[in-house]
Every structure is written in structure tokens, then in C-alpha cells.
């Protein structure tokens, strides 16, 4: 059986998409991700339409978000999944290189559950997807309804 | 008795005539004086006299009762800046300048021959007996509770063109021709 | 004298003393002269009375009439104030006396010409003559008492005249002064209304047309001239407001886009250099893999800057937000979140007596994460490293320091340590932006404290800041 993708990461820059897989790959993460390129891709994946119309993956049991995304970015996502009953349970983490104080806020304001700053480092920058990665993906109870992790 | 009355009345007689007598010298001394002082409270007109410094004659016409007294007084005396001099006189006409005339007693009897001789002339005319004023003397003196005093005929005066000074005439008793 | 006495008062005291003076001298100076001349009058006139009766008892002399004499001297009845008078011959006797029965002794035989004063009495003889002659001695007393009595009666209404006349100016000076002193204080108080308030609108009232007026009309003037220009102020500072606002937002955007852009090729520069290396590693040498170090090391540093710019920028834009801030768990904080590093080290902390202060928190969390961070940094080369946290009260400021064990400096060069992007120390020996301090420096000061630190060469620095006890 073909594993169950449970993390979504939208991110537009594709070379952060490498970065980022090779972060996860190094975890052993890597074939559990679905990249979306920008916000209105998330959402298409999250509302089983558009690109990703008839997935059979469920709900994810983390969403990783980039800020800055053409369409739709970031903040709209977050805030489109916590007005929605459905997706309001989805853990969130936003992953971007933005320290600003105010998209903390306002991320922190529309419900994200976890901020996480891209370092410049990239070992630290692995470091820090591990965690993350083995928290969501493993530790952490999903919300009910989300699917579990088989075998 | 009798021998003792006509002893003492001249006894007393001679005693009080030595006193009569000092009181006579005395008397005209006094009246001396006031011979000399009449100068200063008469007026007589500008050519009673010849020059600003001419003396004040005062004469004695007759007898002499007044002694070295008078002289006595007159001596170095000055009224306004005239020396007085004394003058004897025996006539009427033998009188020169003369301001104050003093007419003995001894005149008595000639007085109104004496008075027409001294007609228009300022002087001043002074005696001391009875009825001195009255026959047309100017001042006359009397003898009163000691004091001399004196009478003014000031018509007389008035008519020989002198001015008797108000002060003489305040002291003296004024008479009128008539009463004496 | 009279400076610090109120203008009214003052008018009044003015007006009271110059009259009262004028009157003192005015009664002084005719009192005066009536005192003086007084004797010399009564001399005069008894002198004269005398003339008169010596003149008119010549004859009485000179003719010795006593009774005459004696009624002249009667007549002196008319003056009152003659007690005595009498005539002496020129034999020096006692010729004639007023009054008749008279107590008094008679001097026995005249004495020199002239008049005397004694005992409340004038007396004296004067010769009587007649046509040159001295017919005798007129001697007279007067009786002083009667006059020196009326003398002081008339000093009596002088000074009554004085007081009236006093009261008078006094009454007349205190309506009067109004006509300059309520003009005078109106202005006054109306200046004193302005400055109180600050009411720069109010207007003075101008009460006619002399200096006062003009000086009136000025102080209005000044009030529009300064009403205008505040106005125009505030207009400016509107102005420059708006255009700092501006300026402001501005920069927020650009370090915004920086924050963001700005640093994504850089990690992607490290990111990939990292994955080449993996990837790589049999196939690349020594020097090349030192080249791969190199670039990706390069890279982070230029993180860092980026970091540590968009800080310093922040900490000059915004807002001071004071809080109470309790050092102490600050500091803890701070030195917690560099476990990191610190780990695997050896460091000796001793943190104690630090006060809460009022201050901006993360301000000054980015102040101690720099001083704490370079303690650390620079004590690298220390087994074990000591690190001092402390603070001194001196006056009314905190004095906060950070002391450590490390590599010092050299003094010499104590007044670059502040200055952005100063560094003494090369690169390759510590890493850093030399942007630091600078930070630190910026946030202290704009707390109102200063900055400064001393060092003794290879034995450690000291850095200090102060931060004033109360803030207003």
C-alpha cells in the first residue's frame, strides 16, 4: 500500500521545495509530503479539487505554510482553514524566513499552532524540520477524523 | 517873757533866713537847669540866629540870683550843636542876640517897657515873680509843694513866633492872659 | 528700597513722603524764621517802645516832674507784657516806675545800654535824649512768658495745619494713584494670566493713550506675534510629522521585504552547499571541501549581518514601551536561549542583585542577548570561563555589568567599541557584524542611560550600562 501523504507544505520557491525536502528526507519524511506551490494549490489539496480533485490521502496532520506565496499566501491560507469547521482542527506551523513581529502576530492572532523561522544555517535548518516533523508526524495525537499512519 | 519873744523870732527869723538862704541857692540852681534845658523844647525861627553854628544866648536881664550856678551848667553844654553862652544884660537895649531872657525881679516895676522893647523879637522870656505871665511873660516859674514848677503863656510865645515843644507844655500849667 | 512694595502702595508712599516733606520744610522754614527772628523782633519792638516813652518824658526829666513822668510811663499799660519800666535821672536814681506798686525790685541805678534775656524775661535800659543830650535811663522788663507761649501756640497750628494737610495728600494720593496704578495693574495681571495659562489669545485692555498705553498696544503685539508663531509651529511640526510618518513607514516596508527577501538565496546558498557536500564528498579533496566551507560559512555571516541590521534599524524606529521589567528572570532568559552554545562549555555564571527596572522588554532583551553573548563569545578561549552579572545604585541611576574573563581589549581603542560596525578584533578570531554594541548603545541611551566599558587587556573586559531609578 502506498503510503498516506499527512504533510502538506506549500511553498512557491522551488529551491526552498529542495531544501526543504532534503530537510524532511533526512528525517525519513520525505514520501509522507505533498507540495503545493502556492496558496490557492493548498487549498485545492485541502478541498480535494482543482489540481489535487479525487486524492484519497484525507485530511494532513500538519500543514507547513510559507508566508510569501503569489495568489493566495500564507496568512489568507491559515485563516481560510480556520474559518472552515472542517479544517479548523488541522495543525498548522508556518515555516518562513519573516521574524517580523507583525506576521507573528497576526499568524499567531488567526491560529497558527507553531512559528518556525528559516535559518540561514542549514544544519540548523534540518535540526529544526526534525523536530517539528517527529512532533506532528509522531508524537502528536491528530484531530479525530484525520488518517492515521499505517503500518 | 517879752525879752525872750523878740530874741527868738529873729533868732528864728535869721535861722530859717540861712536856710531861706541855702534853699534860694538851691532853687536857682534848679531853675538854672531848667533855664538851660528850655532850649531843647523851644523852636525858634531860622533868623533867630545868624550862622548854623551860632550860639544859644541865654541872658539875665537885671540882678543875678542864679551865682556861678548857671555858668556852671551852661559850660560845655550843646544843643543841637549850638554852644550856650550867658549874657548879662542891665537895659533893654543892650540886648543883641539873645534866645532865652530871664527878668530879674529887680525889673519888676519897668516889665511892660521891657516887653514893647522886646516886641518882633524871638525870645524866649522867663521870670518867677507875681504876675510875671500875666503882664506878657512866656514862662513863669512857681515854686508848689516844693517843686518848681511853671506856668506857660504860650500866646505870648505864640505872638514872638516861638514853638514851645508839647513836652514843656504837658509839664506846665497853661495860662491865658488875664490869669496869672 | 521701595522696589519689592506694591505699585499702589508705592504711588502713595511716593506722593505722601514728597508732600509731607514739602510741608515740614514749607512749616520748618516759616516756624524757623518766626523763632529766629523772634527775639531779635521783641528786642526790636521793645527797643522802639522805649524810644517812644523815652522821647515823650524828656521833658518830664529835665524838669524833673516826677508825676509826669510816672504818668507817661503808665501809659506802657497798653502792652501788656511789660511788667516793669522806669525812669532814672542822671544821677542814677530811681526817677519815676510803672507800675506804681510795683513788688518787684527796680535795679538800683542803671546798669549798660542794651536789652537782655533772663529768666523768661527781656530787660535792659536804653538812654533818653533830647537834642544830643542825655537827660537819663529808661528801663524796661518784658515778660517773655506770654510771648514764648503764643510762640508755641503757633507751633500748636502748625503742626495741626501739617497733619491736616497730610491727611489730605493722603486721601488725595490713594484716589489719585489709581490714574496710574490701575492701568499698570490691569496689564500686570493680565501678563500673569497669559503665562499661567499659556492662554496666548487673551488681550490686554488699553486703558488711554500715554506710555502705558503704547506699552499695552506692544504686549498685545508680542501675544499675536507669539500666537503666529506657535501656530506656524505647529503647522511645521504637523509637517515634519507627517513626513517622519512617512519616512517611517517607508523604512518599515523596505526592512520588511529585506527581513524576507533578502535572505532566501542565502539560505539557499548554505542549504545547498550542505546537500553538495553530501552529495560530493568522495569525489571532492581537502580544498575543496574547505572551499564548500568557506561559501557556505560566508554565507551564514551574511545572515547574520542582515540580522543584526534589521535589529538596529527596529530598535531606532520604534516606540519606547516601558514596562516593569524584573532583570533578573531577563537575564536568565537570555542566557537560557544561548544553551547552544554555552553546553558545551565550562562557564562560571554568578548573576545576583539585579532590580526590576522600567523599560522597553525586548529592547532590552536584545542588550543583554548582545552583552551576555559576547561575554560568552570572547571567553572561548577561558577553562573554565567566568562570566559576572551585576548591578551598582550610584545617585539615582542602576548601573548594570557584565563581566567576563575572556580576551579584553586594548583600551586605547575604548572609543570605537560603540560605533557601528566597528570591530577590534579580526574576524577569523570572533566572528561578528560589529553591529552589537552599536545596538546596545541605541537602546540604552534611548532609555536614558549610558554606555561604557573598560577592559585590562588579556584579562577580561567589564561592559557597563546605566538606567536612570525613576523615569518621568
Redesign the interface.
Known amino acids: 500500500m502506498a503510503p498516506l501523504k499527512r504533510i502538506l507544505l506549500a511553498e512557491d520557491s522551488e529551491r526552498d521545495v529542495e531544501l526543504t525536502m532534503a530537510a524532511l528526507e533526512e528525517n525519513n519524511l520525505a514520501n509522507e509530503v505533498v507540495v503545493a506551490r502556492d496558496g490557492a494549490e493548498a487549498l485545492d489539496y485541502l478541498y480535494n479539487r482543482g489540481k489535487f480533485a479525487g486524492h484519497a490521502n484525507g485530511f494532513p496532520v500538519v500543514v507547513l505554510l510559507d508566508l510569501k506565496m503569489p495568489k493566495i499566501d500564507g496568512l489568507e491560507v491559515l485563516k481560510t482553514m480556520r474559518s472552515d469547521p472542517y479544517l479548523r482542527h488541522i495543525p498548522v506551523v508556518m515555516i518562513t524566513s519573516s521574524r517580523e513581529e507583525q506576521d507573528l502576530i497576526r499568524s499567531y492572532e488567526l491560529g497558527v499552532n507553531a512559528y518556525v523561522v528559516k535559518p540561514v544555517d542549514f544544519q540548523k535548518f534540518v535540526e529544526s524540520v526534525k523536530q517539528v516533523g517527529f512532533f506532528w508526524a509522531i508524537v502528536n495525537e491528530p484531530p479525530p477524523g484525520t488518517m492515521k499512519r499505517s503500518g | 517873757m517879752l525879752f525872750r519873744s523878740w530874741f527868738f523870732i529873729p533868732a528864728l527869723l535869721f535861722a530859717s533866713g540861712l536856710d531861706l538862704c541855702a534853699q534860694t541857692t538851691r532853687e536857682y540852681e ?1 531853675k538854672a ?2 533855664l538851660n ?1 528850655f ?3 523851644v523852636e525858634w525861627p531860622a533868623d533867630a540866629f545868624v550862622g548854623v553854628k551860632s550860639p544859644i544866648v541865654i541872658g539875665i536881664l537885671g540882678d543875678d540870683p542864679f551865682g556861678d550856678s548857671l555858668a556852671e551848667i551852661v559850660r560845655d ?5 549850638r554852644p550856650v553862652v550867658i549874657e548879662r544884660y542891665q537895659r533893654v537895649q543892650d540886648i543883641k542876640a539873645c534866645q532865652i531872657l530871664f527878668i530879674s525881679q529887680s525889673e519888676n516895676k519897668r516889665l511892660e517897657e521891657i516887653f514893647a522893647g522886646l516886641k518882633d523879637r524871638s525870645i524866649l522870656t522867663v521870670g518867677d515873680f507875681d504876675g510875671f505871665a500875666k503882664r506878657g511873660g512866656m514862662i513863669r516859674f512857681v515854686t508848689e509843694k516844693n ?4 506856668r506857660i503863656n504860650v500866646e505870648a510865645a505864640k505872638t514872638a513866633n516861638l514853638t514851645i ?1 508839647s ?2 507844655l ?2 506846665a500849667e497853661i495860662i491865658t492872659p488875664g490869669k496869672d | 528700597m521701595l522696589q519689592n512694595i506694591p505699585i499702589q502702595r508705592k504711588l502713595m508712599t511716593v506722593n505722601l513722603l514728597t508732600s509731607g516733606a514739602v510741608l515740614l520744610l514749607t512749616c520748618l522754614a516759616f516756624f524757623g524764621y518766626e523763632v529766629l527772628t523772634f527775639r531779635q523782633a521783641t528786642v526790636q519792638r521793645l527797643f522802639t517802645l522805649g524810644k517812644i516813652i523815652s522821647a515823650n518824658s524828656t521833658a518830664a526829666l529835665a524838669f524833673d516832674d516826677r508825676d509826669a513822668a510816672t504818668e507817661i510811663l503808665a501809659a506802657l499799660k497798653a502792652e501788656p507784657h511789660i511788667v516793669a519800666a522806669g525812669l532814672y535821672g542822671t544821677t542814677g536814681k530811681l526817677f519815676a516806675q510803672y507800675p506804681v506798686n510795683s513788688p518787684a525790685a527796680f535795679p538800683a541805678a542803671p546798669e549798660q545800654d542794651g536789652y537782655h534775656f533772663e529768666r523768661g524775661h527781656l530787660a535792659g535800659f536804653q538812654p533818653v535824649m533830647q537834642s544830643g543830650r542825655r537827660l537819663g535811663t529808661l528801663y524796661m522788663e518784658y515778660d517773655m512768658g506770654a510771648m514764648y507761649e503764643q510762640l508755641w501756640r503757633r507751633g500748636e497750628i502748625a503742626a495741626l495745619v501739617m497733619v491736616v494737610s497730610l491727611l489730605t495728600a493722603y486721601l488725595l494720593s490713594r484716589t489719585l494713584q489709581k490714574q496710574i496704578s490701575v492701568p499698570i495693574l490691569a496689564l500686570a495681571e493680565t501678563a500673569h494670566a497669559v503665562s499661567k495659562q499659556r492662554d496666548f489669545s487673551v488681550r490686554a485692555v488699553k486703558f488711554g493713550e500715554d506710555e502705558l498705553g503704547l506699552l499695552t498696544d506692544a504686549f498685545n503685539q508680542m501675544l499675536a506675534e507669539i500666537q503666529k508663531l506657535n501656530a506656524t509651529l505647529e503647522e511645521r511640526v504637523r509637517e515634519r510629522t507627517g513626513q517622519l510618518e512617512i519616512a517611517n513607514k517607508e523604512l518599515e516596508a523596505f526592512s520588511y521585504s529585506v527581513s524576507h527577501d533578502l535572505r532566501a538565496p542565502l539560505r539557499h546558498v548554505d542549504g545547498f552547499v550542505d546537500l553538495l557536500r553530501k552529495q560530493s564528498a568522495e569525489k571532492l579533496d581537502e580544498r575543496g571541501r574547505r572551499y564548500l566551507d568557506i561559501i557556505a560559512a560566508s554565507a551564514r555571516q551574511m545572515g547574520t549581518l542582515i540580522d543584526d541590521l534589521l535589529v538596529f534599524s527596529r530598535m531606532s524606529r520604534g516606540d519606547l514601551r516601558r514596562a516593569k521589567v524584573a532583570s533578573e528572570s531577563l537575564v536568565h532568559e537570555v542566557k537560557d536561549a544561548m544553551q547552544g552554545e554555552t553546553n558545551s562549555r565550562r562557564i562560571i555564571w554568578k548573576i545576583d542583585g539585579l532590580p526590576q527596572v522600567e523599560a522597553d522588554a525586548p529592547m532590552l532583551r536584545q542588550v543583554w542577548a548582545n552583552l551576555i553573548g559576547n561575554a560568552v563569545k570572547y571567553s572561548r578561549t577561558r577553562d573554565p570561563a567566568e562570566i559576572e552579572i551585576g548591578c551598582d545604585t550610584v545617585n539615582d541611576e542602576f548601573v548594570f555589568f557584565v563581566r567576563d574573563n575572556g580576551v579584553g581589549f586594548d583600551m586605547q581603542y575604548v572609543d570605537k567599541l560603540f560605533g557601528v560596525f566597528q570591530r577590534l578584533h579580526r574576524a577569523d578570531e570572533f566572528e561578528g557584524t560589529g553591529i552589537g554594541l552599536a545596538n546596545v548603545r541605541r537602546i540604552v541611551s534611548r532609555h536614558g542611560g549610558r554606555t561604557w566599558a573598560e577592559s585590562n587587556g588579556d584579562g577580561g573586559a567589564t561592559f557597563f550600562f546605566s538606567l536612570p531609578k525613576t523615569t518621568n
Not at chain 2, 553844654?77 to 550843636?81: F, P, Q
Open positions: 534848679v537847669a531848667f534845658d532850649a531843647q523844647f553844654e550843646n544843643v543841637d550843636n517843686k518848681i514848677r511853671f515843644s513836652k514843656l504837658r509839664l
